[in-house]
């Protein structure tokens, strides 16, 4: 058995000064000058499960296997600037954007195999994986009040999305190889497999 456990946050800080200037004339006239200061922080937690258990059978090369394996990841992160204009008519401008996911996968898995009349071998087994999911992410700009016709208050659909899916596939397989004389080898098998997933668009309230 392995289990595994980390977590980390960070943040950060800049400043930043922009000018704009109209090249259509010789003397590049300046048409805007701002400076942008910005903050983020995020997080993010992962785990980790595995367990293994081995079983030695009384016919020849008779083993018997068994494997899980769990993991999570979940954390996100948020982030906010500020556009201060030097010309005071175009007015300040604030964004506020934040994301935040949650991913979570299973895999568990049987494995037999015996040696089957005096060449042949015979292996069988079956595997589930499950991977169960969800982001958000959005994007907000609330100095809007005052600015309800400038286009970079327009909204942005693109940019605010809650999206979910789970996913479950089963696996199935069974094969029998048998020797022919010193150099050949027969092999022959059959897999099956299904697949079962399911989507949810929060954001316009669809499923799939």
Known sequence: MQLGYGKRTFDNESADTYAGF??????????????????????????????????????????????????TSNGGNTSQGVNDYTDATLGDFRDFRSSRSRTG????????????????????????????????????????????????????????????????VNAAYVTYQTAIGEKWIVQGGLRSETIDL????LTTNTTG
């Open 105 to 168: 996968t299973g895999v568990f898995s049987v494995d037999y195999q015996r040696n089957v009349g005096e060449n042949g071998q015979l292996s069988a087994g079956t595997q589930t994986t499950i991977d169960d999911n969800h982001a958000m992410n959005s994007s907000v700009l609330p100095d809007c009040a005052g600015l309800i016709n400038d286009p970079r208050c327009s909204a942005n659909a693109q940019l605010n999305n809650d999206f979910a899916y789970k996913q479950i």
């Open 198 to 201: 399911t989507t949810r668009q």
């Open 22 to 71: 109209d090249n259509s004339n010789a003397l590049g006239t300046k048409i805007a000058n701002y400076n942008r200061t910005s903050t983020g922080e995020g997080d993010r937690e992962d785990t980790s499960a595995t367990f293994h258990w081995d079983h030695t059978g009384d016919q020849p090369a008779e083993t018997l296997k068994f494997d899980l394996r769990i993991s």
